[in-house]
């Protein structure tokens, strides 16, 4: 019983690291912020009049560097998946569910096409 409580601990442990970091933006200019990768992001959500929600990210490397911004447009049930450049390794997905935006950060392995 020992080897299979220590087996599924050492398995969740190993599994741990995949898990994506999210924020949620319940309420108008609500600002979260991903620390995922080589990459810090803060966005915030302005609702339109029409129903949908403009939600504006901002990117920046922790070791410096010019910030990169996206700016979308979600209405419900939208979802968007990304990398940025430079760190095709993280990607990044915004999701609207009702009035909820949710945002997360997966680090994912890249891998190249090749003849």
């Known amino acids: 019983m ?3 409580l ?5 398995s969740f442990a190993i599994a741990a690291p995949a898990a994506a970091e999210v924020t949620s933006l319940s309420a108008p200019i609500q600002a979260g912020s ?5 990459l ?10 029409d129903g949908a929600h403009e939600v504006t990210a901002t990117f920046r490397a922790r070791t410096g560097g010019e910030p990169q911004r996206v700016v ?4 419900d049930k939208d979802e968007v998946h990304f990398s940025m450049p430079g760190a095709s390794q993280t ?6 569910l009702a009035d909820v935006v949710e945002i997360s950060a997966k680090s994912a392995s890249v891998q190249l096409a090749s003849r």
Do not use: N, Q
């Open 6 to 10: 220590l087996s599924a601990i050492f």
């Open 91 to 96: 990607v990044y997905t915004f999701t609207r």
């Open 2 to 4: 020992k080897k299979i």
């Open 72 to 75: 979308m447009r979600l209405e």
């Open 34 to 38: 991903l620390h995922t990768g080589a």
């Open 40 to 49: 810090d992001m803060t966005a915030y959500r302005v609702d339109l009049p």
